[in-house]
């Protein structure tokens, strides 16, 4: 099985591919549309900041090839912002996977902080990518300043300032803005749920 990292400006993404060799994995880290395409499987990962991100990925077409592919795909943190049609960060229009807005957190009161940083609860799981996780009590790691609000898409929610998405699928495309590779056992099981998907 051929697992492919997309390789653009942003950072996080060795993270990633550590995190798929100790899962026995060695992924390919690329920005070839062909190898992409041709990947068992595909991860978008990613951190930075939104309309930079974007620059790069046009730079490459790379915006374009994600779009157009057709096996599993994860987008992680960064990734799933950029699979959305327009984030706030930047004020930037993204690749349109998800027909959803990507907003700024909003604090009302001082305790309020953002950059949302650390464990957060998974709640409201679904579909295959959480097997073998417990609702409301496995925690993933998180940090993002952005959000994407709840929707028709989201298969798990966390709670930071208000309710959100904290992963997306729709199709072949799956996202999460929490970090599989810094959640332990967590986020471990998850990416292995990733790799079974058929």
């Excluded at 974007?54 to 992680?76: H, Y």
Aim: glycine share 8%; hydrophobic share 40%; net charge negative.
């Amino acid at each position: 099985m051929q697992i492919a990292v997309v390789e653009y400006n942003a950072g996080n993404i060795f993270s990633v591919v550590n995190s798929l060799r100790r899962l026995g994995i060695e992924p390919v880290l690329t920005h070839d549309a062909e190898v992409l395409m041709s990947a068992d499987r595909v991860l978008f990962p990613g951190q930075g900041e939104a309309a930079t991100t974007m620059a790069s990925l046009k730079a490459n077409r790379l915006d374009e090839v994600i779009r157009g592919l057709k096996q599993p795909v994860l987008g992680i943190c960064v990734g799933q912002q950029l699979m959305c049609r327009h984030s706030e960060e930047g004020d930037v229009d993204c690749i349109g996977i998800f027909d959803l807005p990507v907003k700024r957190f909003c604090p009302k009161v001082h305790e309020e902080k953002v950059p949302a940083m650390g464990w957060n609860q998974l709640r409201n799981i679904k579909t295959p990518l959480f097997d073998g996780l417990k609702d409301g009590e496995d925690y993933a790691y998180f940090v993002h300043s952005y959000y994407v609000p709840l929707c028709e898409h989201t298969i798990a929610t966390a709670d930071h300032i208000l309710p959100y998405s904290a992963a997306l699928h729709k199709d072949n495309f799956y996202a999460t803005q929490f970090h599989p590779e810094k959640s332990g056992k967590v986020g471990e099981k998850i990416l292995e749920n990733f790799l079974a998907m058929r």
